[in-house]
């Protein structure tokens, strides 16, 4: 797995730092609707707002921190496993669920996909907690 250097810093893996910087982008775009939710008083596109934020944003982020805490994460196959499935679903579950919500319901199929490729961006991330989860051991017990 790549690696990038910062002075005087620990090595940063490289998807950690891709999961951080698209987290921030995913909140632009969700501020950026909440405001224009909040200015026209038009809360339909509250779910798209919502999930942007806390798929897009907190989820991501929490990733992205948990790949630079546990290298061990972040050197497994499964990180960029989660990576594309979560950056590949979730742009399209929002649109997808914006154009449902503005009234367009021919495009659920694509809704669903997206949601279980989502729902798998998470699943990779757990089966990957759940092996390669490990931390310094605990000093024994005086
Ligand atoms: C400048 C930033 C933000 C603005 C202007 C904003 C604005 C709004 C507005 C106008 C609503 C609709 C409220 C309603 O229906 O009565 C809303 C709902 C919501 N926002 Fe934001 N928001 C912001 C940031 C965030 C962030 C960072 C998160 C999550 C990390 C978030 C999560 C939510 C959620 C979960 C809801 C739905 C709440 C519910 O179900 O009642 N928002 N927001
Ligand atoms: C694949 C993942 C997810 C799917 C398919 C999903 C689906 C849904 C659905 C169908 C609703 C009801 C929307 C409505 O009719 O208003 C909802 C609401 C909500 N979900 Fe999720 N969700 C997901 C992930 C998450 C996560 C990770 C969080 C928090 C970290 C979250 C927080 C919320 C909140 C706060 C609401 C209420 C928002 C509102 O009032 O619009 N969801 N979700």
């Known amino acids: ?35 224009g939710m909040g200015a026209t008083q038009d809360f339909t596109l509250r779910p798209v707002h919502a999930h942007i934020n806390l798929l897009g944003w907190t989820t991501l982020a929490l990733a992205g921190l948990t790949y630079g805490v546990f290298p061990a994460l972040a050197a497994s196959r499964l990180a960029a496993v989660q990576f594309w499935l979560h950056n590949l679903s979730l742009p399209v579950m929002m649109g997808s669920l914006a154009m449902l919500l503005l009234g367009k319901p021919q495009v659920a199929p694509a809704l669903v996909a997206s949601e279980f490729g989502m729902a798998g961006a998470i699943v990779a991330l757990t089966v990957n907690a759940f092996i ?11």
Do not use: K
């Open 1 to 35: 797995m790549n690696t990038i250097s910062l002075a005087g810093s620990e090595r940063v893996p490289a998807i950690a730092r891709r999961c951080l910087q698209l987290a921030l982008v995913y909140l632009i775009v969700g501020i950026a609707i909440g405001i």
């Open 132 to 142: 390669n989860l490990r931390g310094p051991r605990a000093p024994a017990a005086a």
